[in-house]
């Protein structure tokens, strides 16, 4: 998955106003609600690139898993708060790498070669994890330290992706006033 995602994203014109490592510190705010509620955060983000509008919505943005979607459709018409609550709350990681898609098309972003390294380490070393598993208890601190460098990671990505919402909110008002304003001087 991330090695398509890196493709289709390459020649991408725009990148993202903040470097992922500068998150932290750079928005504050958006990272901490991140780590320490990361389902409401994304939520939240999700009805915001949805533009409010979750009639809008498909299970990963159409993004991950095309037979979830077929399977979960009729639902999601019914019940799209339900249905989304539901995708950040089984399949959490998923839902934040597809929000980070959707806002890639959305404002033709790329990734730096840092982000996707981070996107393919994270993917490699969960598929590591689980496959270990099968044969050898994961000791306690290591699958601690991972917890952390998900929560972190991902938190980063989160805090990245509403920031540059904000970003892109603030140039299309700006834009607007500066054209509203325009017209006022022609007449």
């Not at 389902?39 to 999700?46: G, I, M, S, V």
């Not at 999601?76 to 995708?87: F, N, Q, Y």
Request: aromatic content about 14%; glycine content about 4%; hydrophobic content about 35%.
């Amino acid at each position: 998955m991330p090695f398509s995602v890196k493709e289709q994203f390459k020649e991408a014109p725009e990148t993202w106003d903040i470097n992922i490592c500068e998150t932290c510190y750079k928005t504050p705010k958006n990272f901490f609600w991140a780590f320490f509620c990361p389902p409401c955060a994304q939520f939240y983000q999700r009805k915001r690139i949805l533009g409010g509008d979750l009639e809008r919505y498909t299970c990963c943005g159409g993004e991950i898993c095309a037979p979830c979607i077929s399977w979960t459709d009729g639902l999601v018409k019914k019940a799209p708060e339900c249905c989304l609550c539901t995708e950040i709350l089984c399949c959490f990681y998923c839902s934040v790498g597809a929000s980070r898609i959707m806002l890639q098309r959305k404002f033709h972003i790329r990734n730096t070669k840092f982000e996707d390294f981070l996107l393919i380490l994270a993917f490699i070393l969960s598929y590591v994890v689980m496959i270990l598993s099968i044969f050898f208890p994961i000791p306690r601190e290591v699958d601690c330290l991972i917890d952390c460098f998900y929560c972190c990671l991902f938190s980063c990505f989160q805090s990245q992706q509403e920031h540059e919402l904000d970003v892109r909110e603030d140039r299309q008002k700006s834009f607007k006033h500066k054209e509203a304003n325009s017209g006022i001087e022609q007449v």
